[in-house]
């Protein structure tokens, strides 16, 4: 003669973790999922809180009046003699990558020549300024040996440098 018992199964997804849990009894099961949520949850929580990301509808409209698109490409609406160099780069990084998430751009990166073009500057100049963004994270070097902005160098710019940027431009 076979027994026959029902076990309760109870499958949660919560994010990107998915846990199923199976008890004999109700309590049990109750018990089980009551520690999840309890250990499990605060912690995702907590991680999501220190999780660096980016807002793109909000940084799009932090650049409003900085930075355009056209069918030609990005362009920095300031004027260059008002920026320092590495407030120049970061810009046109910025708008390289915001450029490419909106998909109004190609390609999220630009190569060292590019850069230096749309600085103005020499290759010795623009090769340190980029060194110094890379070192400081603000900056990533890509596998085509391109550069383009890290995400704690976009939210540094969105928190910082923009302010500081607009501000320079109203006085």
Known sequence: MTERTDKIVVQVKYKDVEQTFSADRLEDAWLLLNKFFHEAVPSFEMANKLW???DLKKLAADLEGVVAFSPEGASLLLPKSKLTDNE???????ASDVGHKLGRLESDSLSKEE?????GKS???TSTRLGELVKNDFAARTSEDKFKITTFG????QKDILPKIKAKMSS
Do not use: S
């Open 115 to 119: 850069l230096q073009t749309k600085l």
């Open 52 to 54: 660096l990301d980016v």
């Open 154 to 157: 976009a939210v540094q710019v």
């Open 88 to 94: 120049t780069l970061l810009l046109w990084l910025l």
């Open 123 to 125: 290759g010795k100049i």
